[in-house]
């Protein structure tokens, strides 16, 4: 089975990996090859698929809020004061 090295992680960042690892019961390799199967196994969202998101969230916010204003109506209504 292949190596992989990784050279200058930030300390930071190795800390929070061995944190995660330490409480997901891992070791910090097995941590680490389980995130990279995660980012490897996502696949990358299309334009259409990502505009459609977008719709969805605006329609459940519209829901919940209501219409919001434009921003010209803002631009007008700020000017007016």
């Keep these: 089975m292949p190596t992989l090295h990784v050279r200058n992680v930030p300390d930071d960042l190795y800390e ?39 719709r969805r969230r605006r329609g459940r916010i519209y829901q919940s809020h209501g219409q919001f204003p434009s921003g010209a109506e803002l631009l007008r209504e700020d000017r007016a004061r």
Aim: charged share 40%.
């Design 16 to 54: 929070r990996l061995r944190q995660r690892a330490a409480a997901e019961k891992r070791s910090l390799s097995a941590e680490v090859l389980a995130l990279l199967e995660v980012a490897i196994e996502r696949r990358p969202e299309s334009e259409a698929d990502l505009f459609d998101r977008i």
